[in-house]
C-alpha cells in the first residue's frame, strides 16, 4: 500500500506567478484535504475536495482553488502569489468525509520572493 | 470559532523522563481529537485518534487522554528517548458542524536529550 506522494518537494515562485501543487492520495482513498502550514505555525485547513466535489472550505480567498480526479489525486492552485502564500502545503487522504484519520504526505515547501 | 492551544511551546528533558504535553480547545463539539508528530520540514505522522466518547487512547510509550467537558487532552510520552524530538501537534476533529476538517495548534517543540 503506498502513501501519499506529493510534488515538486521544493517550489520558487515570485509575487503575482500561478502554481499548482499535486498530490497522489493513498490507496483507496476517496477524500483529499489540503493545509497550508507557514514556519511556526500549525497547518490550516483550506479546502476538502470528496469524489471530486468540493466538500468544505477554509478561510481562504478564491484565488486558491483545487481539482480532484477520478484516481482522487488532487491539484492545488494558487494565483496570483503573495509574499505571505511561502508556507508548506500538506495534502491528506482519508476514506471518509468526516474527521477520520487523516494520513499527511510529506508536503510541498513553497518559496514566493 | 475553534480555537487550539497548546502548552508548552518547547520543552527540553533528558534522555528517560515521562513528559506531559498540554492541548486545549474552546468548542467542546467536537467529533476527535488527534496527536501528529513532524520531524523538522516533513509532513506529519498520526500518533493517536480519539474519538469524542472516548476518553483516552494509548500506543506503546504514548498515551492520550481527552476531556471533552473541559476541552483538554494530554499526551504523555513515558521513558522519553532522543528520537522522540519532534514537533507535537494536537488538532480538533469537527467542531461548529464542519465534520470535514482539522484544527491545529501550533504545536510543542520537544527536544530529549542524551
Known amino acids: 500500500e503506498t502513501g501519499v506522494t506529493q510534488s515538486p518537494t521544493h517550489l520558487i515562485k515570485t509575487r503575482g506567478q500561478q502554481v499548482t501543487l499535486r498530490c497522489s492520495s493513498q490507496?483507496?482513498?476517496?477524500?483529499v484535504s489540503w493545509y497550508q502550514q507557514a514556519l511556526g505555525q500549525g497547518p490550516q485547513f483550506i479546502f476538502q475536495y470528496y469524489r471530486e466535489e468540493e466538500n468544505g472550505r477554509g478561510n481562504f480567498p478564491p484565488r486558491f482553488s483545487g481539482l480532484q480526479f477520478p484516481n482522487y489525486s488532487s491539484e492545488l492552485n494558487v494565483n496570483a502569489l503573495e509574499l505571505d502564500d511561502s508556507a508548506l502545503y500538506l495534502c491528506?487522504?482519508?476514506?471518509?468525509?468526516?474527521?477520520?484519520?487523516?494520513?499527511f504526505g510529506p508536503g510541498t515547501r513553497l518559496t514566493v520572493l | 470559532k475553534q480555537e487550539v492551544t497548546q502548552i508548552p511551546a518547547a520543552l527540553s528533558v533528558p534522555e528517560g523522563e515521562n513528559l506531559v504535553l498540554n492541548c486545549s480547545f474552546t468548542?467542546?463539539?467536537?467529533?476527535?481529537l488527534q496527536w501528529f508528530r513532524q520531524d523538522p520540514g516533513k509532513g506529519l505522522t498520526s500518533l493517536l485518534l480519539i474519538q469524542s466518547s472516548q476518553r483516552e487512547q494509548t500506543s506503546g510509550r504514548l498515551n492520550a487522554s481527552l476531556d471533552k467537558s473541559s476541552g483538554r487532552s494530554t499526551l504523555y510520552i513515558a521513558a522519553s528517548q532522543p528520537g522522540d524530538s519532534a514537533t507535537y501537534l494536537c488538532a480538533v476533529g469537527g467542531s461548529g458542524g464542519s465534520n470535514y476538517k482539522l484544527t491545529f495548534g501550533k504545536g510543542t517543540l520537544l527536544t530529549v536529550n542524551p
Open positions: 468548542d467542546s463539539a467536537i467529533y476527535n
Open positions: 490507496s483507496g482513498h476517496n477524500t
Open positions: 491528506a487522504s482519508s476514506t471518509a468525509v468526516g474527521a477520520d484519520t487523516q494520513y
